[in-house]
């Protein structure tokens, strides 16, 4: 789903798309999925490689996790300043990798990490994508209190795009529609929601802008398998 690279040692070239970016350690690589990449080295490198795998952004309930891993997929390459940091971390990262059910150290690890990244980097291309700041925008209203609605035209609207322009730029940037990258957030939500709040599912239903709770319902186990209320009782 998405790949980070980071090289501490090495020499060569990193080519993502066809543009080249210089090994040039300490260094930072994104990769999304539908990306073209391939090396050419000149001297054996060292480093961690983090491949995030999609079942794993799904469990994640984390809001500002998905915001900074679509910030930091704007990028193909980073310079790191503050290498040790990074390094500490993905070393914690390898240690609880090898532990049963430390999903959410490893989320909180995760979060750290591209925290931390975004404080310290510097983009080797430095330029502004349009397309990426608009898909930004769409998460980032998705999360907006009081935004709420099950409707891509209505996120549209607020952006000042039309629907199939905002499907296009999500296509391009996480190879997902619009509607999925907005059935994947009230997912995400509806299972917040069931968790840690006492909301009735019908409570749960309206906030979330569907008309009849049943139609949220037949929506959830569509996605999930179970109902909003057997997940709710399974997870606790």
């Given at each position: ?14 080519y ?22 391939y ?20 469990a ?8 900074l891993?679509a ?6 390459c980073?310079?790191i ?26 989320e909180g ?10 404080e ?58 619009a ?11 509806s299972?917040r929601?069931l ?38 009782l399974?997870?606790?």
């Amino acid at each position: 789903y998405f790949e980070i690279i980071f090289l501490t040692r090495g020499r060569g070239n990193h080519y993502i798309d066809l543009r080249n970016y210089p090994v040039e350690p300490p260094i930072m690589y994104f990769i999304r999925k539908e990306q073209v990449h391939y090396w050419e080295i000149t001297r054996e490198p060292e480093g961690f490689v983090l491949i995030l795998k999609k079942a794993f952004l799904d469990a994640s309930l984390d809001k500002e996790l998905r915001f900074l891993l679509a910030e930091i997929s704007s990028q193909s390459c980073l310079k790191i300043e503050d290498h040790e940091t990074i390094t500490m971390i993905l070393k914690l990262m390898v240690a609880e990798g090898r532990i049963t059910n430390s999903f959410h150290v490893l989320e909180g690890l995760l979060k750290a990490l591209l925290s931390k990244v975004l404080e310290v980097a510097k983009p080797v291309i430095n330029r502004a994508i349009a397309r990426t700041d608009i898909y930004q925008s769409y998460l980032e209203l998705l999360g907006r209190e009081g935004t709420g609605k099950n409707n891509v035209a209505h996120y549209a609207r607020l952006l000042n795009t039309s629907p199939q322009n905002l499907n296009a730029i999500c296509r391009r940037t996480t190879n997902q529609t619009a509607a999925e990258v907005l059935a994947e957030f009230i997912i995400s939500e509806s299972k917040r929601l069931l968790l840690y709040t006492d909301k009735t599912v019908s409570g749960i239903a309206y906030e979330l802008d569907f008309k009849d709770p049943s139609h949220f319902v037949k929506y959830f186990k569509r996605f999930t398998g179970l109902t909003p209320q057997a997940f709710r009782l399974h997870d606790h």
